[in-house]
């Protein structure tokens, strides 16, 4: 929502050439320690106005009195069709993220030919588990947004004022297509689909290039196009008159669906999402009660939402009348405890109703903890992974069908990863939040293959600190979740959940575990005992060694015990070809559209998508080729020009960081 910018970094590139060796820095992994504190706190001194890099460690919440039954019985069904009330078929792909339009130049690379490898490196974790990633680029800086043929000096986005007029202080912005081609260079090496959105602050005067760039361009990795971001607040944030209504919204939509059918370069006319608001002023039902969805069912891909559960607004604009500022330590609970997503989904259950009945996905298009830059040591908190996974599995058992994470800038503290600030590039990679975790574990938690169905088990006796899903793939019970919210370094108050997996249980189970040491932790996290370390020290991959557990049942009762730590969670792989899917292959394999034509998939070996933090990449030596020709295969002459894009990329990768500052 908020963003004033990430200021911008950028990987040099070398000159495209037949054979591509790509280099690789021998210390860009080894040089980082994980939950490095010195360096956390050396940093976070110099930027302690940069909410992205606060140093801000809260206290856990005391423990409940009474506590959580600390044994319980969690009693399954091998088949779902013994189950009733399961979700939809979701993809491990439900959760993605929505990047502000004005920041997309600083997370996902400064233009077509320099995309930033810890991004790559943190899509590419998701993509192995899931299939796929979807990102929404947007946000309300969507609106405003004007393509431009070019900008002087090969610039492809211009950010050059405020828009005074938006509380938000989101900056309005001027793109090339450029922009466009570097999603689509994105999706040749990960396999991504791009939401985008139609500028619609003025339907008298419509901006359609987006929408004509994007189809031709993506292709069918353009997922679908938003019209409107939050319509319910035009009216408050000054964009339409104070009397602007759900009827006029639905007038508007009419416009724009006439000018699409009326331009040739619009060939897909059925993949706008809406009405995405943003359920403060307006409630969907206001939306469907002007016969929205069947007056428009022909042009809707998906129904949409927009979300934030609490807002830091006062404490972002201290002089806009929003009051006191809350305490985050003060509201740390309310983030704590499964009644958090449940609460959030709540007013959209009958929407998600409404969706299914007219054939169409239901997704959260933009959400996170708390609007206007989230709250200093609760949105970057490992009690944010917690919340994030309970939501995230909350909203798939409700029948949303996906759901973005939002990545504003500099000013935020919710980011799931935040590059490093302009002068610190050339020394530090990105931060990965705690947030980016839940992503990473819900796509296991989902898997591969589209077919999981989720179940919240209001286990414990519907305890609000215990709670726990059962998910079901192709049919057959895959895998449980156990989340615990409490925080006790004594230990005591861990728990153990007796799994009973109905007739012809397993032997055993594999078990992995996302823990810190406090739901205050902000660093010191690992899944499966691996991390993106601390601040401004990752390059977008695991690191440290891959644990899971492996718990013996008991064949004759159908049991399998297994141990939550507090704070923590765990995800108990039932079949084994759960467990398999959630440990790819060492080996990336990106199936691209461009090169499947001439080679059917180009292996890279995962140090391909290893940054280095500077330096001297290029005498480190090759460890890996992207080049055909270079394992005697075959002549460049057979690599289709578009691939000369991703070679040329792959160049790039790895070398060199250089710094360069974005006005
Ligand atoms: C690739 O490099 C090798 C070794 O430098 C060279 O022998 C070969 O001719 C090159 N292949 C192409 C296609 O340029
Ligand atoms: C991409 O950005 C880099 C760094 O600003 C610049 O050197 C390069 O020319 C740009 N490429 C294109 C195609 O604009
Ligand atoms: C809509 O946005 C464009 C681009 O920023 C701007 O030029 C135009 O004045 C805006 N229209 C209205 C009605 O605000
Ligand atoms: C459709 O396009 C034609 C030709 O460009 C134009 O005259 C007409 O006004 C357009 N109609 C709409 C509804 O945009
Ligand atoms: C669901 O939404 C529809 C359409 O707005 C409305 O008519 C109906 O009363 C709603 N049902 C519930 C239970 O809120
Ligand atoms: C649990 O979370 C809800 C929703 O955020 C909050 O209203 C409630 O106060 C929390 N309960 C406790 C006991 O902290
Ligand atoms: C989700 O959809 C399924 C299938 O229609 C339905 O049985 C289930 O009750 C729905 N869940 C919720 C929470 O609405
Ligand atoms: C980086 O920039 C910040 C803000 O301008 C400044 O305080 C800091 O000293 C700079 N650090 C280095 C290493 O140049
Ligand atoms: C899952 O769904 C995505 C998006 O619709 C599709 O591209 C992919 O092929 C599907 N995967 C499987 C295993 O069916
Ligand atoms: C990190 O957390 C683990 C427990 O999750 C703890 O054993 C370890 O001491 C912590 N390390 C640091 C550096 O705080
Ligand atoms: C990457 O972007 C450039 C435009 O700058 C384009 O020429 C090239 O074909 C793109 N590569 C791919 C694989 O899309």
Redesign the pocket.
């Known amino acids: 929502m908020l963003a004033r910018g990430f200021l911008a970094l950028a990987c040099c590139l070398l000159p495209a050439a037949a054979n591509v060796t790509v280099y690789f820095q021998n210390g860009a992994v080894t040089d980082i320690q994980p939950g490095a504190t010195a360096i956390s706190t050396a940093i976070s001194a110099q930027y302690t106005n940069d909410a992205a890099f606060n140093n801000v460690v809260l206290v856990a919440p005391p423990l409940p009195s009474p506590a959580p039954p600390q044994q319980f019985t969690i009693q399954l069904q091998q088949s779902a069709a013994s189950v009733t009330g399961l979700s939809i078929q979701q993809s491990g792909a439900f959760y993605g993220f929505s990047i502000e339009f004005s920041v997309v130049t600083q997370v996902v690379g400064a ?3 320099r995309l930033f490898v810890p991004f790559l490196n943190l899509m590419s974790l998701i993509a192995e588990r899931a299939g796929h990633v979807a990102i929404r680029v947007g946000g309300n800086s969507q609106d405003t947004a004007t393509l431009v043929d070019s900008l002087p000096d090969n610039e492809v986005m211009e950010k050059d004022k405020l828009d005074t007029s938006n509380p938000t202080q989101t900056p309005t912005l001027i793109f090339t297509p ?1 922009i466009i ?2 999603l ?2 994105v999706s ?1 090496l990960v396999n991504i689909g791009w939401y985008l959105g139609i500028p619609m602050n003025d339907t008298t005067d419509l901006r359609l290039g987006i929408a004509e760039v994007a189809e031709g361009v993506l292709g069918d990795r353009l997922f679908g196009l938003q019209l409107g971001n939050e319509p319910d607040l035009y009216a408050g944030h000054g964009h339409r008159p104070s009397t602007y209504g759900p009827f006029d919204y639905f007038g508007e939509f009419g416009v724009v669906i006439a000018a699409i059918a009326n331009d040739s370069s619009i060939p897909v006319r059925n993949n706008l999402i809406a009405p995405s608001v943003a359920t403060g002023p307006w409630t969907p039902e206001d939306v469907w009660n002007t016969g929205f969805i069947p007056a428009y069912t022909a042009s809707l891909g998906a129904l949409a939402v927009e979300h934030y559960p609490d807002d830091n607004c006062a404490a972002a604009f201290p002089d806009a009348g929003f009051g006191a500022p809350i305490d985050p330590q003060t509201i740390f609970s309310n983030y704590l405890n499964h009644t958090a997503g449940i609460a959030i989904v709540a007013p959209y259950l009958n929407s998600t109703n409404i969706a299914q009945q007219a054939g169409k996905p239901f997704l959260m298009m933009e959400t996170n903890t708390a609007s206007c830059g989230g709250f200093p040591g609760v949105s970057d908190s490992f009690g944010s992974a917690l919340w994030g996974l309970d939501y995230g599995l909350q909203m798939a058992y409700s029948n949303f069908s996906g759901a973005m994470l939002h990545v504003g800038g500099t000013d935020d503290t919710y980011n799931p990863f935040t590059p490093p600030p302009t002068n610190q590039s050339q020394f530090h990679q990105w931060s990965v939040a705690p947030l980016y975790y839940s992503a990473l574990v819900m796509a296991e938690a989902l898997g591969p293959t589209n077919t999981s169905q989720i179940m919240d088990l209001q286990a414990n006796a519907g305890n609000i600190y215990t709670p726990a899903y059962s998910i079901y793939e192709s049919g057959t019970l895959a895998r449980v979740a156990l989340f615990n919210y409490l925080t006790d370094p004594s230990g005591a108050s861990s728990y153990t959940a007796t799994i009973n997996v109905g007739s012809g249980g397993p032997a055993q189970v594999t078990v992995k575990y996302l823990t810190a040491p406090s739901v205050a932790e902000k660093f010191n996290i690992t899944w499966a005992g691996q991390t993106f370390g601390g601040l401004l020290a990752s390059d977008g991959r695991l690191q440290g060694t891959y644990s899971q557990q492996t718990v013996t049942c008991d064949q004759s009762a159908n049991t399998c015990d297994v141990q939550v730590p507090a704070p923590g969670f765990a995800l108990v792989f039932v079949s084994g070809t759960a467990a398999q899917d959630a440990n790819p292959a060492s080996t990336a394999t990106f199936p691209t559209t ?1 090169l499947t034509k001439t080679v059917n998939t180009v292996t890279v070996d995962p140090s391909v998508l290893a940054t280095s933090n500077g330096q001297s990449g290029m005498d480190r030596g090759a460890l890996g080729s992207t080049s055909k020709g270079s394992a005697g295969a075959a002549s460049p002459a057979v690599v289709a ?3 000369a ?2 070679l040329a990329l792959l160049a790039g990768v790895g070398v060199l960081f250089e710094v360069y500052r974005r006005v």
């Open positions: 233009n077509s030919t450029d081609y570097m689509n260079n040749a461009v020009p578009a691939a894009g991703i």
